[in-house]
């Protein structure tokens, strides 16, 4: 039996160089089950054989697409028996957004080192944290998929013209991001699109069960049930309360941009009404435009046969942070 099972992509962006450092790290360290994946199909089988050796901690050294597809098949599998171990996530691939979230920062060799000493201390349960994960159905027949940072409307435009027209250049990441919001941020403002810019933003409608429907062109959409991203915003009952999965869409003009940049440089966003900023929280979301991808942790995803894109929230699922 193993005390930690180690789940890897190779193919991920950080793993290209230091996947030899985690093999090594694995030889030398019996209580770690290593398994590796070069396509996102073995995660069944890879999650099924974990199972087997009853780890007390899944650990996911990849990116975010990797965690999204590992936690799918961990909470939905049915594979723990329904009691899964907590999950700890490497800092690995080029975003990182739900290790950042849980506190691993850094050297991911470090990372792995402190999951092992939690577990050999016997301090584990106190590193343990519940976080509700959103659960995306996009109207196919697959069982929906679940994830943690979602983005829509303009801002999954331009991270897919990021992904396709600047990562391909062999820039820093975060030169990469850098710029892609910025040519994102000079077509809004001169209203421009397409060619060497990202697209023009597309209607489209937001609804929530208890909260109402938005409706109109927007430059942002998120959906996120993490902690660390979202920490300037704070509620209030006149934003609305109700529910785990934050969303924050912001109307496709200068101005809104603005004040939503604004509130959030302050610290203040969420705490009082902006004009064009939408805030709420909410238990379910559907998502519908003509052209309505989104990017569920590095995945898209896109509403099929005309039906929403409807998210909902689960049950706390436990996570492991590893910050002190």
Do not use: W
């Given at each position: 039996?193993?005390?930690?099972?180690?789940?890897?992509?190779?193919?991920?962006?950080?793993?290209?160089?230091?996947?030899?450092?985690?093999?090594?790290?694995c030889a030398a360290h019996p209580d770690i089950f290593h398994y590796e994946v070069e396509d996102v199909d073995q995660i069944e089988k890879a999650i099924r054989t974990m199972a087997m050796v009853g780890p007390r901690v899944v650990v996911i050294n990849g990116g975010d697409g990797t965690v999204q597809a590992a936690l799918t098949e961990i909470y939905s599998g049915g594979h723990f028996g329904g009691s899964p171990p907590p999950v700890a996530v490497l800092p690995n691939g080029k975003t990182n957004l739900i290790a950042l979230d849980l506190g691993a920062e850094g050297d991911p060799i470090k990372a792995l080192e402190r999951v092992l000493e939690l577990v050999e201390t016997g301090r584990l349960e106190d590193h343990v944290i519940q976080r509700q994960l959103i659960s995306l159905d996009s109207g196919g027949e697959e069982r929906p998929v679940l994830g943690m940072f979602l983005g829509g409307a303009y801002l999954a435009d331009v991270m897919l013209y990021c992904r396709n027209r600047i990562y391909p250049l062999g820039l820093p990441n975060g030169v990469s991001h850098f710029l892609a919001a910025i040519l994102g941020m000079f077509a809004i403002i001169f209203g421009i699109g397409g060619g060497r810019l990202p697209p023009k933003p597309e209607t489209m409608t937001v609804s929530l069960i208890r909260q109402g429907e938005f409706k109109g062109k927007f430059s942002l959409l998120i959906v996120t049930t993490l902690e660390k991203l979202l920490l300037s915003i704070r509620t209030s009952e006149a934003h609305g309360t109700n529910g785990n999965m934050k969303m924050l869409a912001t109307d496709s003009n200068v101005g809104a941009m603005f004040r939503m940049l604004g509130g959030a440089w302050r610290g203040t966003l969420g705490q009082k009404p902006l004009d064009g900023v939408h805030f709420q929280q909410g238990d379910e979301i559907r998502i519908e435009g003509e052209r309505s991808n989104v990017i569920l942790d590095g995945e898209i995803f896109q509403a099929k046969h005309g039906m929403p894109i409807i998210l909902t929230s689960t049950q706390p699922v436990p996570f492991l942070r590893l910050a002190a």
């Open positions: 039996m193993a005390s930690v099972a180690l789940l890897s992509n190779p193919r991920s962006t950080g793993n290209r160089s230091l996947l030899p450092q985690v093999r090594e790290y």
